[in-house]
């Protein structure tokens, strides 16, 4: 009886805040516009080729109001994302007051398990009652991965209020220290991630490791999180990354570290390399071709061919300059 009464309770919460109708799909990449070159990242053993490697890993596409925001890869073991892509292009000015303590986030109902018989709802997934209804000791809450401070607009920041999105951040850590670190990379982007009409686009991870304790007995608190981007800066590629441990630590300021050293700081951390981003966002023809279109091309779609075209300009110029002066010299 006490399991069906707090069943009833839990399910309650959920209904009290409207559920975020998203879809799970068998490749991450079918989610939408939100991997660098459409490839997804790589962690061996979790994802390869855009598909889960064993059935501990849900591939959310996070859909609000009919349209698809951001893609999720979520444990369901430990009831926390291992990462959430997203696609950043600036942020909106916002009045609301969304993600604050004590708001009830959105779960996803596709995750619970379907059938005739009565079972124990939120079996895969966080729920609010794992954070508030009882005082968790470890005084955490959760914490966006796709953060509402780096939503394009208003109905975007309500997407990312969804528990499959957040994993459970201590409370000074969240507002002190990661704040620092979306505040920060989001400046960073906001710089030098501009296309060629000087619009702004990054493709961004954000991620967490998880732990050995758990909140409520349930839901993996994280030892660290994590975040990369990778994007255009007009005729090259750009990147930068940072982690943290999910502990309380006083600074006013960071410097992002650059994308090797965060691929190499979680290949430690998982046992293998990961790849974040294809070819690990380095320059090349082929990846410089979706700055510019065909008519826009001429000779900026590589700066190689931009020096390549000016120094054949200069050996023409030249070889005519001579030519002009021997015949200035014949004529004497």
């Known amino acids: 009886m ?29 989610c939408g516009d939100f991997f660098f070159q459409g490839k997804a990242p790589v962690f061996p053993d979790i994802l390869n080729d855009s598909i889960t490697q064993n059935d501990s890993y849900e ?13 999720t890869l979520y444990n369901t ?5 291992v990462f959430s892509a997203y696609k950043y292009t600036g942020t909106y000015q916002t009045t609301n007051r969304l993600g604050q303590m004590g708001q009830l986030w959105m779960t996803e109902s596709q995750l619970e398990p379907s059938g005739a018989e009565m079972s124990e709802p939120f079996v895969k ?11 968790n000791v ?3 809450t959760p914490g966006a991965l796709f953060p509402i401070s780096h939503a394009a607009d ?11 999105n957040s994993v459970p951040l201590k409370d000074d850590f969240r507002e002190g220290l990661w704040s620092l670190v979306e505040n920060t990379t989001k400046e960073d982007m906001d710089i030098n991630c501009r ?8 493709y961004v991870l954000t991620g967490a490791i998880a732990g050995n304790n758990k909140m409520n007995n349930r839901v993996n608190i994280p030892t660290l999180v ?10 090259t590629l750009y990147s930068r990354g940072f982690w943290a441990e999910n502990k309380p630590e006083k600074k006013t300021e960071i410097k992002l570290k650059s994308l090797k050293v965060v691929q190499e700081y979680l290949k430690k951390k998982f046992g293998k390399p990961v790849e974040l981003f294809s070819n690990n966002c380095s320059v090349n023809a082929s990846q410089l071709k979706p700055i510019l279109n065909e008519s826009q091309c001429h000779n900026k779609c590589h700066p190689l061919l931009q020096y390549v075209t000016e120094f054949i300009h200069y050996i023409l110029n030249d070889i005519i300059l001579q030519g002009i002066s021997n015949m200035l010299v014949s004529t004497e």
Do not use: H, M
């Open 2 to 30: 006490q399991l069906f009464v707090g069943s009833v309770i839990c399910v309650l919460l959920s209904l009290s805040f409207p559920g975020i109708v998203s879809k799970l799909e068998n490749n991450i990449t079918q």
């Open 59 to 71: 591939i959310i596409c996070q859909t609000y109001k009919n349209k698809s925001r951001f893609a």
């Open 77 to 81: 073991t430990n009831k926390i994302p």
């Open 125 to 135: 997934q966080a729920r609010n009652q794992d954070y508030w209804i009882k005082k």
């Open 138 to 140: 470890y005084t955490c």
């Open 154 to 164: 208003n109905e975007t920041a309500e997407s990312t209020l969804t528990l499959t």
């Open 195 to 202: 296309d060629n009409n000087n619009n702004i686009v990054a």
């Open 226 to 235: 994590w975040t990369a981007f990778c994007c255009f800066n007009k005729e």
